[in-house]
Each structure stands twice: as C-alpha cells, then as structure tokens.
C-alpha cells in the first residue's frame, strides 16, 4: 500500500537494546539482568535487585552494605516537600501526589543532565530512598496522623511499613513486603520504562525522567490496575455477587476485567505465579480466604471464556489487601520497586544516547483554503 505500516500500540517493536530484563512471553520467563526471577524470588534482596538493576550484576557485602548505608541516610524528604505533602488536598491521589513530589525533589539537586555513571547512580539511590517516606507521609498525612520519620536502619521495605503504620512491622509482613518489591522491580520496555528511556534521551535529567514515568505507570492499563482490581473484588464483596457471574456480565458488556492479559505473556505471568501462592497462604493466615477463592474462579472463568492469563497485578492486589494497606496505594508501592528499573534503563540509555524520535503518519488533508476567522 501507498502507507507504510503502523504497528498499533509499538507491539513488537524493538525499540532499544538493554542488560536490564528479558521476558519469554511464551514460556513465561522473565529474567534480571542474568538471573531467573525465581532465583531472585527465593534469594535476594529488594537493595540487591537495585544494585543488579543499577550495575548489572550482584554486589559483594561490601558493596551491599555500602548501598544499605546510602539508601538509609537518604530517606529523609526536604522540609519543601513534606510541607506540599502536608498541604495538598486530602483527596488526591495518592499517584498524583507522589509524581509532584519526585518532581519537586528535582528542586533540590543539580538540575543540569547527568554526566557520570557514579553521579548517575546516586541520584536512582536517593530517588529510591524517598519514594516509600512520600507515599506513607501523604497516607499518614490524609488521615489526620502524624508523619513518622524514616529510620537510619533497616530495609527499604521495613521502612515503608514503619512509616505506613507507625509501628515496627514484623519479620513476615517485611518479607512479604520485600518480596513485592523484588517482583515489581524491572520488566523490558513497558510504557513507563519507554517514556522514562524517551525523556532520558532528550538529555533531561533523571528527576524528569521518573516524574515522567510516574505519570504512565499511574494509568489503569498499566500499573493503575492492581488497585483496580481490589476495587473489583470489594465491589464483588459489597453486592453479595456471585464472582462468576459478575465476570461474565463484565465480559458480555465488553469490558476488560482488570489484572489479565499482557502485551508481551501468553501464558501466566511467572510473577502472578509467585504472587498466587502468597495470596493463599495470606489468606489463610488472616482468615479472608474469601477473597483468594473469589479470585481463583474469576482466574478460572477468564481461563476458559477467554483464554487469558492473570498478570501481575491480579494476586499483588490481595496481597497488599491482606497486609492491610489501602487500595489507592497499591500503585504507589509498584512505584516504590520499578524506580530501579527505570532508573536502571536511564543510566544504561545515558550512556549509549540517542534522541528517541519516531514518526507519525499524516492522514489529515493537505492544501486547505484559509477563511478568516468571522468568516468560518
Ligand atoms: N479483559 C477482557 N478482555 C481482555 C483483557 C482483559 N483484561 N485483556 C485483553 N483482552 C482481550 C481484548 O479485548 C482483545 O480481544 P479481541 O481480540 O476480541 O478484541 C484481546 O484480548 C487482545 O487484547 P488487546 O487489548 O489487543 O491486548 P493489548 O496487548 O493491546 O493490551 C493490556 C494489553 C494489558 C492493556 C490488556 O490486556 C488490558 O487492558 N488488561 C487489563 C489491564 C491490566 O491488567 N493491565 C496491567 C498490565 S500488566 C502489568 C502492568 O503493567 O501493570
């Protein structure tokens, strides 16, 4: 034809080539910078994976205690932001507020672009510090409670729960919490890591880039899903509905039922894999095994109507739910992990840079008259 083609949506595209993740969408595998996400899962550390995310490949104690050390003397928000924290609207959301804050924060260091690997890298570290002390701030903050400071020890997801909850979270709960993080941390060239690559590759500093990343991993085809999800299963909770039917009248109305389906996975996400088994176990634990039974038949009707897979955002929901946290939270503490990605993709794009700038195809008429405007 005269047009050439459009990949709708960039899929499948090979837009970049990148260390950071590599996904087996009909496998379903999904891989960190060389080590299989299970590995990670049964091993690691959320401070490791930012390391591996951060220099391609594990550090030594040394190096990890090192980066604990930083990550821990640098969670403290300066008192310009805690204040926009403080005064925001109570209603806002949770995603909004955390993306004006990472942007404000760019306030605060050297604004022109980057121009070392180690410069480069402790700014991911003190971006990464701060996210959790802004989403428990704004949280405590709207509630009317004090805002806890964050502790010069311990993990990143100790600290989170800490300064959610104000008291010290137990040895489960933080390995729960670590475990997400871990999950959540990198997956190839999804629409956040692209936008943060495209604004890294205009040569604007990194606070744009995650600023810019926030604002499309907040949507509800990307990360804005797993709250979406909760709030299907509450909904199903409050209507007494039958699980199976509701899914069924979702999908005779043509809507998407949300934590299923991927761009990239046609077969379960080895994330959701993972995430499946926490949910039951949480659920046993705290007795709300409704909401796991509940989400294996939505898991099965989709199965077998649709043939879709749940992602990661389908078990994460209940996850999250069970630890007791808030809904409109659940995409900020994906934020809290995939910064390492992104920022993993900016240092890796920073050092090998070109200006990310596609085309568009014109379909829109050419050589039109012009009529002033009292005249139109
Ligand atoms: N519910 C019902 N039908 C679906 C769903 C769903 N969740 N996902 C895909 N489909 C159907 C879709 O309607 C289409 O059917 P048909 O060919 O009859 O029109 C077919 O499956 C192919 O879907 P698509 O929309 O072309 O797939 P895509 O690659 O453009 O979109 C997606 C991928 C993730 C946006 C989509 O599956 C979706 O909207 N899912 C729900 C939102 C969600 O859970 N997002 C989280 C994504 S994973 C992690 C993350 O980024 O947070």
Redo the contacts with the bound molecule.
């Keep these: 034809s005269q047009y050439p083609h459009i990949n709708?949506?960039l899929?499948g595209i090979v837009a970049f080539s990148s260390n950071k993740s590599f996904i087996d969408g009909e496998k379903g595998e999904l891989i960190y910078a060389g080590y299989d996400i299970d590995t990670l899962a049964e091993n690691a550390s959320f401070e490791e994976v930012c390391f591996l995310l951060w220099n391609n490949r594990l550090p030594n104690q040394t190096e990890l205690d090192d980066l604990n050390t930083k990550l821990q003397n640098s969670r403290e928000l300066p008192q310009p932001v805690l204040n926009y924290i403080q005064n925001t609207s109570k209603n806002a959301e949770p995603m909004a507020v955390l993306r004006t804050a990472v942007s404000m924060l760019g306030d605060f260091h050297k604004v022109e672009a980057d121009d070392t690997e180690e410069f480069r890298i402790n700014k991911a570290i003190t971006i990464t510090a701060k996210i959790p002390t802004i989403i428990a701030a704004f949280d405590r903050s709207r509630s009317g409670k004090d805002i806890i400071e964050p502790l010069n020890e311990k993990s990143t997801a100790f600290n989170f729960l800490y300064m959610l909850n104000g008291e010290e979270p137990g040895e489960e709960a933080e390995k729960t919490m670590d475990l997400c993080l871990i999950l959540h941390a990198e997956?190839g060239m999804?629409?956040?890591t692209f936008t943060n690559r495209a604004i890294c590759s205009t040569e604007s500093d990194m606070y744009s880039s995650v600023t810019g990343a926030i604002g499309a991993?907040k949507g509800?085809?990307?990360?804005?899903?797993?709250q979406?999800?909760m709030n299907m299963l509450l909904d199903i909770d409050e209507k007494d509905a039958d699980p199976v039917e509701y899914i069924h009248q979702?999908?005779d109305a043509?809507?998407?039922?949300?934590?299923?389906?991927?761009?990239?996975y046609k077969t379960m996400?080895p994330r959701a894999r993972i995430l499946r088994g926490m949910s039951k176990q949480l659920s046993e634990e705290t007795g709300h095994t409704d909401l796991y039974e509940w989400s294996e038949a939505i898991l099965e009707t989709?199965k077998s109507e649709?043939d879709?897979d749940p992602?990661?955002?389908?078990f994460s929901a209940t996850v999250y739910y069970s630890m007791g946290i808030k809904p409109d939270l659940y995409t900020c503490i994906?934020t809290m992990s995939r910064v390492s990605g992104w920022t993993g993709h900016y240092i890796e794009q920073a050092e090998n840079n070109r200006l990310v700038r596609p085309r568009a195809l014109y379909i829109g008429e050419k050589n039109k008259e012009w009529v002033p405007a009292e005249q139109r």
Aim: net charge positive.
């Design positions: 709708k949506g899929a997956h999804n629409a956040s991993l509800p085809l990307h990360g804005g899903a797993n979406q999800v979702r999908l043509k809507e998407k039922v949300m934590g299923f389906g991927h761009r990239v996400d989709m649709k879709i992602n990661v955002d389908f994906f």
